[in-house]
Nanobody
């Protein structure tokens, strides 16, 4: 089992940047593909980005492509989401998730979830 804890959320102005971190503990972090999802009030959980176990391959949602960057450090057991050029529609609770299978954009493919961190983009 793995425990995930997100941090770095907060309030940012439109166009600003924010960096989210997800720290994993428990079983070997490098055994998991990782993903970030987000959920805005009244909406379903939405895929943001995923990264393979090695960190070599990534896949982004069209809505964040070119603005967000995911990376991972398998020594420090962390995955980072760098968010630039923020838009008000990026406002949501952001969740880090771990999948024992390959990277995926489907929430159902993820086995472990963090508690989420709130990100608010003011216009």
């Amino acid at each position: 089992q793995v425990q995930l804890v997100e941090s770095g959320g907060g309030l940012v102005q439109t166009g600003g940047s924010l960096r989210l971190s997800c720290k994993a503990s428990g079983r070997t972090f490098s055994s998991y593909a990782m993903g970030w999802f987000r959920q805005a009030p009244g909406k379903e959980r939405e895929f943001v980005v995923t990264i393979t176990r090695s960190g070599i391959s990534t896949y982004y949602a069209d809505s964040v492509k070119g603005r967000f960057t995911i990376s991972r450090d398998n020594v420090m057991n962390t995955v980072v989401l760098q968010m630039n050029s923020r838009k008000p529609e990026d406002t949501a609770v952001y969740y880090c998730a771990a999948a024992t299978r390959s990277m995926s954009s489907r929430p159902d493919d993820y086995d472990y979830w963090g508690q989420g961190t709130q990100v608010t983009v003011s216009s």
